[in-house]
Every structure is written in structure tokens, then in C-alpha cells.
């Protein structure tokens, strides 16, 4: 089990840049979450994939987020026109999805942190 | 929808005392509940988890938690706390089935004072 890894750890970018972010989770995992934390709140949800499926997205997606996972392993979130208020660190996590092992905890990787200059 | 509140900000205590961090939830369903630490700059770290069954679920690092329906509760404790303790901690409640999408409470920040 390696873990759930994210790349870059930091980046720093000019507002109004693209950024893309990449999420390798544990290998048997086919289950990938995004959130997104601010300073000094907890994780909010972003979007979730089973498999290469995005089966949810949540409302703080805006249009110029977009996420994929296109062969069921690593996903990438790529920003557009990045603002100030995207500044934040960007948390990927991976499960089972085994309905017959129920629900499984999700695994977090160390995240992104992006600032906005 | 689904939430989690928890009530103390920041709390302090002394090496070797015991802890209790408080997690309120709300969920029309019986909830997944969880707890993870985060460390500064790091990701969060799976402490424990309460799916069903005994409603006092054991942790790493020492770490239990009890569920009480009643109170809509899942109160993290440890009896006896380390320096290395001190970070931030998440209860966070997930739902059965799908996708387990979590929601996060905002935290509390653990000081341990040597």
C-alpha cells in the first residue's frame, strides 16, 4: 500500500492561470474523491469518481473546474482562470467500493496547496 | 443534509491528562461516522470509524470513540495524552451505499502543553 499521492504539492500561479492538478490513489482502489479545505475549515466535497464514471458533482464545482479520471487510475482537476478565491489546498482520497465489503474509509493524500498572486 | 458540528475551536491540555473532542451530527439515516487527524501541511489520517455494530469503536494511537444516537454523538477520547498528539482534528459523517461522499465538521485544534 503506498498511499495516495498528489502532485504538485505547491503551486503557486498568477490569477487568471490554468492549473492542473494530478491524484494517483491506492492501486485497488476504484473510488476517487476530490475536496477542497480552506484555512481554517474542514474538507469540502468536490466531486467523486467510481471507476472512470464521474458520478457527483458538488455545486462548488463551478464551470471552470473539471475533473477526470479517464482510465479508472489517476485523476487530474484542472482550474481555469484561476481567481483569489481558489487559493486553498486540494485533498484527493481513493476507497473500495465493494459493496459487498460495505463502505470503506477514504484514504487521503498530503494535498495540493495553491496560492492565487 | 447531512452536517457535522463541532463545538470547541481550540482546546488545550496537559501531556499524560485525558481528552474528549465532541462531534454533533445530523443525518436522516443511520451515519458513517469517522474521525481523522491532520497535521500541519499533511493530509488527513484515518483515526477510526463507526459503520454499525458496538457503539464504542477503537482507534489507532490510542484513540476510541463512542456512538450515541440518542445524543447524536460520536465523541473522540483518549485517556492519557502525548506531545505528539497536538494537531487538528476532523469528525466528518458519510452515508450508506453510493458513494460515501464525506461532510466535515471545522475542526479542533489539539495543544498540548509539556
Known amino acids: 500500500d503506498t498511499g495516495v499521492s498528489q502532485n504538485p504539492r505547491h503551486k503557486i500561479t498568477k490569477r487568471g492561470q490554468n492549473v492542473t492538478f494530478r491524484c494517483d490513489p491506492i492501486?485497488?482502489?476504484?473510488?476517487l474523491y476530490w475536496y477542497r479545505q480552506t484555512l481554517g475549515q474542514g474538507p469540502e466535497f468536490l466531486t467523486y469518481?467510481?471507476?472512470?464514471?464521474?458520478?457527483?458533482k458538488s455545486r462548488l464545482l463551478s464551470d471552470r473546474f473539471s475533473a477526470e479520471r479517464p482510465k479508472g487510475s489517476f485523476s487530474t482537476l484542472e482550474i481555469q482562470r484561476t481567481e483569489q478565491g481558489d487559493s486553498a489546498m486540494y485533498l484527493c482520497?481513493?476507497?473500495?467500493?465493494?459493496?459487498?465489503?460495505?463502505?470503506?474509509?477514504?484514504?487521503f493524500g498530503d494535498g495540493t496547496r495553491l496560492s492565487i498572486l | 443534509a447531512q452536517s457535522v458540528t463541532q463545538p470547541d475551536i481550540h482546546i488545550t491540555v496537559s501531556e499524560g491528562a485525558s481528552l474528549e473532542l465532541r462531534c454533533n451530527y445530523s443525518?436522516?439515516?443511520?451515519?458513517?461516522l469517522f474521525w481523522y487527524v491532520q497535521s500541519p501541511g499533511q493530509g488527513l489520517q484515518l483515526l477510526l470509524k463507526?459503520?454499525?455494530?458496538?457503539?464504542l469503536v477503537q482507534g489507532i494511537k490510542g484513540f476510541e470513540a463512542e456512538f450515541k444516537r440518542s445524543q447524536s454523538s460520536f465523541n473522540l477520547r483518549k485517556p492519557s495524552v502525548h506531545w505528539s498528539d497536538a494537531a487538528e482534528y476532523f469528525c466528518?459523517?458519510?452515508?450508506?451505499?453510493?458513494?460515501?461522499?464525506?461532510?466535515f465538521g471545522t475542526g479542533t485544534q489539539l495543544k498540548v502543553e509539556l
Open positions: 482520497a481513493s476507497s473500495t467500493g465493494v459493496v459487498s465489503r460495505g463502505n470503506q474509509p477514504q484514504h
Open positions: 492501486s485497488e482502489h476504484n473510488r
Open positions: 469518481f467510481q471507476n472512470e464514471a464521474q458520478l457527483e
Open positions: 443525518y436522516g439515516a443511520t451515519p458513517y
Open positions: 463507526y459503520f454499525s455494530g458496538d457503539t
Open positions: 466528518a459523517v458519510g452515508r450508506a451505499g453510493g458513494g460515501n461522499k464525506l461532510t
